[in-house]
């Protein structure tokens, strides 16, 4: 009889497997941001109007976080995140057929109200298949998707324009979404229903799922309930508030900023807005690892392991304060770059927190309510960016983000506090 299929370390294939959904996520999300100095000149879109586009998207992704979260939550996580995976594919494709800003921003509304399932969705998958110690570099890997697909977006979206046109860039990036749901459906299943994992690792991932003891709520308690009232829950979502408005500045300015002030044509905008957000990447992943070297280097217990993390991001986000004076397109672009790299370091952080801190049937929910936070402060942000930009130019802007961030980790050490009396030992 022949042995069924396994795979060892399967765990960590679930991890890639997000991290490729998160990928066509931001390459789907990012097309605009590629296509706006030649939206500008094609339709006659201005930076106000760019920025009502933004807004339309950032406020549909912020109210629907927390509605998809609990979606997720009641579905389960393969069917919630499949359903949310085809809805943004399709909202990607009839994206090309808008022809004012107006048109631009019911799509985009649309966009992001599907994609607002992704990071609630991948956190519950981190929390489901490990460990605590294991979660932030797991989240680590999953969100170098962020920083892959807006990489991926620049020269992928300019030679679909340039040998197409705009329009087709968005059906190609929406059509080529929809294979990864099939691909979703296919692999995803939970641990203790996964025909593929081993033995030895399905136990080592259920002996390590109530190592910070999270209590399990009794049934029929409603997860709002759960989450909202905890001073955690803020101490993430205020934190978070905080931190968002530098990665919405840089996955949707950039190119504009570039063609603006540094004079890029489309092709050098091809060739290099990409850099940054392989800067990105690199903070996901050196931010999935802080948190374990100042548990097992250091020392230190877990919840202030992860607040040593976003603080060395926080630090880290202050160069950012140097683009706008910077004395070449080169030097601001390495500057972003330092910026982009520490925002992912404190995502890798801040979005693994809720599975450390609430019950597993909440996880995306608290996800969903936090990332509605922290899309409350990139849509504040995104409101005045339009108009700052237009009449006083960016500097002020990337001064603004430089300190955002320290705020926000403020906020962590003071609210932030253990689930219970355990602690993960390293």
Same mark, same amino acid.
């Given at each position: ?201 399905? $136990?080592?991932? =259920? ?6 003891? @999270?209590?399990?709520?009794? +049934?029929? %308690?409603?997860? &709002?309930? *759960? ?82 993390? $976003?603080?060395? =991001? ?6 950012? @304060?140097?683009?706008?004076? +910077?004395? %070449?397109?080169? &030097?601001? *672009? ?93």
């Amino acid at each position: 009889m022949q042995k069924p299929f396994k795979i060892k370390g399967l765990r960590w294939w679930i991890a890639i497997l997000l991290m490729g959904i998160t990928t066509i996520n931001y390459l789907d999300r990012t097309t605009l941001s590629v296509t706006l100095p030649e939206l500008k000149k094609k339709l006659g879109i201005d930076e106000i109007e760019i920025s009502y586009i933004l807004l339309a998207f950032q406020f549909a992704y912020l109210v629907m976080q927390p509605i998809m979260g609990r979606i997720i939550d009641w579905l389960g996580l393969r069917l919630g995140f499949a359903i949310s995976i085809i809805t943004w594919s399709v909202a990607q494709m009839i994206t090309g057929f808008a022809s004012g800003w107006r048109s631009f921003a019911v799509f985009r509304s649309m966009l992001g109200v599907a994609e607002a399932g992704n990071f609630p969705g991948g956190i519950k998958a981190v929390g489901q298949w490990f460990r605590p110690k294991e979660r932030t570099v797991a989240t680590g890997i999953f969100n170098v998707g962020a920083g892959l697909g807006a990489a991926i977006a620049p020269p992928v979206v300019v030679w679909l324009i340039l040998h197409f046109s705009w329009q087709f860039a968005f059906v190609a990036t929406g059509a080529f979404s929809l294979l990864w749901a099939l691909l979703w459906v296919f692999i995803y299943r939970s641990p203790e229903q996964h025909p593929w994992i081993t033995k030895e690792e399905l $136990a080592y991932i =259920s002996e390590g799922q109530d190592e910070l003891g @999270v209590p399990e709520e009794a +049934a029929g %308690t409603g997860v &709002w309930k *759960i989450v909202l009232p905890q001073r955690n829950f803020w101490a993430v979502g205020i934190a978070r508030f905080f931190s968002e408005p530098a990665w919405q500045f840089f996955s949707y300015w950039i190119p504009l900023y570039l063609s603006t002030e540094r004079h890029f044509n489309l092709r050098q905008i091809g060739y290099f807005t990409w850099v940054p957000f392989i800067a990105a990447d690199l903070g996901s992943l050196v931010g999935g690892v802080l948190s374990p070297f100042f548990m097992n280097q250091m020392k230190l217990p877990l919840m202030t392991s992860r607040k040593c993390a $976003a603080t060395v =991001s926080a630090l880290l986000m202050v160069f950012a @304060v140097f683009v706008g004076n +910077a004395p %070449t397109a080169g &030097w601001a *672009i390495f500057y972003i770059c330092i910026g982009a790299f520490a925002h992912q370091t404190m995502s890798a952080t801040l979005m693994t927190l809720p599975a450390d801190l609430f019950p597993k049937k909440t996880v995306a929910t608290a996800n969903g309510l936090s990332g509605a936070m922290a899309f409350g402060g990139g849509l504040l942000f995104t409101a005045v960016i339009g108009r700052v930009a237009k009449t006083i130019g960016y500097g002020p802007l990337f001064t603004s983000i430089a300190f955002f961030d320290i705020i926000g980790v403020t906020f962590l050490w003071s609210l932030l506090r253990n689930p219970k009396h355990s602690e993960v030992k390293s």
